[in-house]
T-cell receptor
Framework: GNSVTQMEGPVTLSEEAFLTINCTYT??????LFWYVQYPGEGLQLLLK?????DKGSNKGFEATYRKETTSFHLEKGSVQVSDSAVYFC????????????FGGGTRLMVKP | EAGVAQSPRYKIIEKRQSVAFWCNPI?????LYWYQQILGQGPKLLIQ????????DSQLPKDRFSAERLKGVDSTLKIQPAKLEDSAVYLC?????????????FGPGTRLTVT
């Protein structure tokens, strides 16, 4: 079946540090890949997406590249801010699964000033 | 526009008791989802509605969980009787009928603790 594996958190960084959150997936064929973010007290929000191999999704300074050869979709940001503190979820959908979202376990990011 | 509303935000019950959660989706959103998010895990789909009809409830533990969306707007999720392993955050999400499945708007969730 489909599955998503994320690095365990929490990830603690100082402001302006470089961020990488690893995500790998298992799925047949060509899934679409997503990153969602959950700020404290709020619902999950779509952060970025990539629908085919080598696509790069980007939003709010975050980027992730769909790597079919390594089945990965790592989230990166060059300079994090305190306001980026949140939980980040990697997810995928597959046409043969009714486009149901399958989420990873989430990675908590804490950015200190 | 107003977001997805859920209530209550927190609930503590003893095992074998019953509990109900309420969700009001964004106006005009025909598709509604309920997810269970256990601590340290990602959300897991329990049930999907299209208007007042069930699209997918394959992962809903039907011996104790039930959900309804009688008028195709608000929805309730019920657990009866609750078990310790039901402790989790229950998320409601909605989208328009024509939006892609990933374009869901999530509510803040209801945190359930079963003691």
């Amino acid at each position: 079946g489909n599955s998503v594996t994320q690095m365990e958190g929490p990830v603690t960084l100082s402001e302006e540090a470089f961020l990488t959150i690893n995500c790998t997936y298992t799925a047949t064929g060509y899934p679409s890949l997503f990153w969602y973010v959950q700020y404290p007290g709020e619902g999950l929000q779509l952060l970025l997406k990539a629908t085919k191999a080598d696509d790069k999704g980007s939003n709010k300074g975050f980027e992730a590249t769909y790597r079919k050869e390594t089945t990965s979709f790592h989230l990166e940001k060059g300079s994090v801010q305190v306001s980026d503190s949140a939980v980040y979820f990697c997810a995928l959908t597959r046409n043969n699964a009714g486009n149901m979202l399958t989420f990873g376990g989430g990675t908590r990011l804490m950015v200190k000033p | 526009e107003a977001g997805v509303a859920q209530s209550p935000r927190y609930k503590i019950i003893e095992k074998r008791q019953s509990v109900a959660f309420w969700c009001n989706p964004i106006s005009g959103h025909a598709t509604l989802y309920w997810y269970q998010q256990i601590l340290g895990q990602g959300p897991k789909l329990l049930i999907q509605f299209q208007n007042n009809g069930v699209v997918d409830d394959s992962q809903l533990p039907k011996d104790r969980f039930s959900a309804e969306r009688l008028k195709g707007v608000d929805s309730t999720l019920k657990i009866q009787p609750a078990k310790l392993e039901d402790s989790a955050v229950y998320l409601c999400a909605s989208r328009t009928r024509t939006a892609s499945s990933y374009e869901q708007y999530f509510g803040p969730g209801t945190r359930l603790t079963v003691t």
